[in-house]
T-cell receptor, first 113, second 117 residues
Framework: GNSVTQMEGPVTLSEEAFLTINCTYT??????LFWYVQYPGEGLQLLLK?????DKGSNKGFEATYRKETTSFHLEKGSVQVSDSAVYFC????????????FGTGTSLTVIP | EPEVTQTPSHQVTQMGQEVILRCVPI?????FYWYRQILGQKVEFLVS????????KSEIFDDQFSVERPDGSNFTLKIRSTKLEDSAMYFC???????????????FGPGTRLTVL
């Protein structure tokens, strides 16, 4: 079946620290992979995506590489800011339009000055 | 930038009452979805909707749930007789229809928090 396992939180980092949030997946086919972010009081916003092996999604300084051999899609950022404090969700969808998303449990990140 | 909107942001209801959660998807999107997130748990798929009919639904989406696109802009989720365990954040999402590369991104609304007392 399809599922996403995500690093447990919460995570607390100091400003300018390096961030890694681990995400691994199982899928019946060749899925597309996503990271969504949820800022306090807001909805799920697409952060980045990758649709095939070795693709690197990037946005706002965040990166994640689609690793088919390890079935992983870890989120990284070299230097976090206080404004990055949010909940981060890893997700996958089977290839094609209109398929459901499968989400991880979410990782809460707090960045302190 | 176009976005998905949801109303209300918070709904409190008594057990056994009917609730309708409303969503306005992005205007040129043709696939619509509902998800829910019980506090502390995963975001779970409920249902997808295309061409005025349900295209996929999960085990959670039982006879107490229904969806409708009553006009050209709104997409609603109805729960006929709410239970305590229906308390959750409900997210609406939409996506484009093209069938090619990059069309599977879903865009989410801010959610409606449903509290059943």
């Amino acid at each position: 079946g399809n599922s996403v396992t995500q690093m447990e939180g919460p995570v607390t980092l100091s400003e300018e620290a390096f961030l890694t949030i681990n995400c691994t997946y199982t899928a019946t086919g060749y899925p597309s992979l996503f990271w969504y972010v949820q800022y306090p009081g807001e909805g799920l916003q697409l952060l980045l995506k990758a649709t095939k092996a070795d693709d690197k999604g990037s946005n706002k300084g965040f990166e994640a590489t689609y690793r088919k051999e390890t079935t992983s899609f870890h989120l990284e950022k070299g230097s976090v800011q206080v404004s990055d404090s949010a909940v981060y969700f890893c997700a996958l969808t089977p290839r094609g339009t209109g398929n459901q998303f499968y989400f991880g449990t979410g990782t809460s990140l707090t960045v302190i000055p | 930038e176009p976005e998905v909107t949801q109303t209300p942001s918070h709904q409190v209801t008594q057990m056994g009452q009917e609730v309708i959660l409303r969503c306005v998807p992005i205007s040129n999107h043709l696939y619509f979805y509902w998800y829910r997130q019980i506090l502390g748990q995963k975001v779970e798929f409920l249902v997808s909707f295309y061409n005025n009919e349900i295209s996929e639904k999960s085990e959670i989406f039982d006879d107490q749930f229904s969806v409708e696109r009553p006009d050209g802009s709104n997409f609603t989720l109805k729960i006929r007789s709410t239970k305590l365990e229906d308390s959750a954040m409900y997210f609406c999402a939409s996506s484009v229809l093209a069938g090619g590369h990059g069309t599977d991104t879903q865009y989410f609304g801010p959610g409606t928090r449903l509290t059943v007392l």
